[in-house]
T-cell receptor, first 115, second 111 residues
Framework: DADVTQTPRNRITKTGKRIMLECSQTKGHDRMYWYRQDPGLGLQLIYYSFDVKDINKGEISDGYSVSRQAQAKFSLSLESAIPNQTALYFC??????????????FGPGTRLTVL | GEDVEQSLFLSVREGDSSVINCTYTDSSSTYLYWYKQEPGAGLQLLTYIFSNMDMKQDQRLTVLLNKKDKHLSLRIADTQTGDSAIYFCAERTSGTYKYIFGTGTRLKVLA
């Protein structure tokens, strides 16, 4: 079983709709992240959470919100989707307790298309 | 500001060596990573190197770091068709959570 899972894997929605992307992890990590990937660009950080009560904005948080329901779950919401939010979205986790480079582990991604 | 740059494409023949290059700007970078992204999949950590190292080898992968020029490279020996993917370079400063990713290099391996 995958350590970091994302649902749905693909989603097509219409402008103005609210949509939620979900991420779950079984790695026991404290830190979770949401990234966006656009063609020809690197990953951009949307939000990150160091624990259930600690949520922070990343580089491109406008138009997005998040919820950390539990240590293992971190969801990303688009309150009113717009076409330029069409992208590939990745969830990632990391555990600073390892002492080894705070390595981030990524989910398989959710491909979102906003028409 | 911080930036990580990579060329977008690389094409090699099966059995040859591939060298993927990356430059970064943050002189305080402590950790440098290489991730692989196969079609339809997330990013998979291949290897990382500490900034106090010059080289790291792991089976077919060799990472070289030139701190003076802020240049990182990933060499894949005996490249196989299964190595076709997008390779991302990323850097992080110790004590911070923040990764800076490059744009990714799409490696195409020709049979």
């Amino acid at each position: 079983d995958a350590d970091v899972t994302q649902t749905p894997r693909n989603r097509i929605t219409k402008t103005g709709k609210r949509i939620m992307l979900e991420c779950s992890q079984t790695k026991g990590h404290d830190r979770m992240y949401w990234y966006r990937q656009d063609p020809g660009l690197g990953l951009q950080l949307i939000y990150y959470s160091f624990d259930v009560k600690d949520i922070n904005k990343g580089e491109i948080s406008d138009g997005y919100s998040v919820s950390r329901q539990a240590q293992a779950k971190f969801s990303l919401s688009l309150e009113s989707a717009i076409p330029n939010q069409t992208a590939l979205y990745f969830c990632a986790t990391s555990d600073t307790g390892t002492g080894v480079a705070d390595t981030q582990y990524f989910g398989p991604g959710t491909r979102l298309t906003v028409l | 500001g911080e930036d990580v740059e990579q060329s977008l494409f690389l094409s090699v023949r099966e059995g040859d060596s591939s060298v993927i290059n990356c430059t970064y700007t943050d002189s305080s970078s402590t950790y440098l990573y290489w991730y692989k992204q196969e079609p339809g999949a997330g990013l998979q950590l291949l290897t990382y190197i500490f900034s106090n190292m010059d080289m790291k080898q792991d089976q077919r992968l060799t990472v070289l770091l030139n701190k003076k020029d802020k240049h990182l490279s990933l060499r894949i020996a005996d490249t196989q068709t299964g190595d076709s993917a997008i390779y991302f370079c990323a850097e992080r400063t110790s004590g911070t959570y923040k990764y800076i990713f490059g744009t990714g290099t799409r490696l195409k391996v020709l049979a």
